[in-house]
């Protein structure tokens, strides 16, 4: 695979997820331990909180943050939006608005609240959907060599169409070939 062009922000729709090997972006309960196991380059972090203009955010996973929990770990600053069908039982929180709108108006409003930067969208269930409608301009997929056999995954829609992507820059849509080896498997 090769090395992702920095960050840039450019009023784009952009999932980044760290995933487990087997498709999961969190385990049973929105529970990220998994991301101990991550490493990341140099900079990456860095990168996103800058262009991140704006977060659209899903009920659930903004409900199981941990306290006043915030993106890249407190670093980053500036307007979170919380789409949910139950508007009325949602905690306010400093920087949150909580949305009960079309998923279009939700965009519509974290773009323009990004003011050129990116709208980053941290719900598995929003990603699927904006997919859906075509309204994903960017994704990044961080894989973390774990296998965690139950959880959010990235991208669920039984039954759902299949959605072909490119590889971003002058290289042509490949696969990705990754190996790895079991930290437990027993030595023969």
């Given amino acids: 695979m090769h090395d992702l062009e920095p960050m840039a922000a450019g009023g784009k729709v952009h999932l980044a997820f760290a995933m487990s090997l087997d498709?999961?972006?969190?385990?049973?309960?929105?529970?990220?331990?998994?991301?101990?196991?991550?490493?990341?380059p140099p900079g990456l972090v860095q990168a996103y909180i800058e262009a991140t203009g704006a977060v659209l955010a899903g009920r659930d996973g903004f409900d199981s943050a941990i306290g006043d929990s915030r993106p890249y770990g407190g670093a980053w600053k500036g307007p979170i939006f919380v789409l949910t069908h139950h508007h009325e039982d949602a905690d306010p929180a400093e920087d949150v608005t909580i949305l009960s709108c079309a998923l279009e108006?939700?965009?519509?409003i974290g773009l323009a609240a990004a003011g050129g930067k990116n709208l980053q969208v941290f719900s598995a269930s929003i990603g699927r959907q904006l997919l859906g409608l075509g309204l994903v301009d960017e994704i990044d997929i961080h894989v973390v060599p774990v296998l965690l056999g139950d959880g959010i995954r990235l991208y669920d829609v039984p039954g759902g169409g299949l959605i072909h992507l490119d590889r971003d820059g002058d290289r042509p849509t490949e696969t990705a070939h990754l190996r790895y080896r079991p930290v437990t498997r027993v030595r023969r």
Avoid: K, L, S
Wanted: charged share 15%; aromatic share 10%; net charge negative.
């Fill in 23 to 40: 498709g999961f972006i969190a385990g049973p309960g929105h529970d990220m331990g998994f991301m101990t196991r991550a490493t990341n």
């Fill in 105 to 108: 108006e939700a965009v519509h």
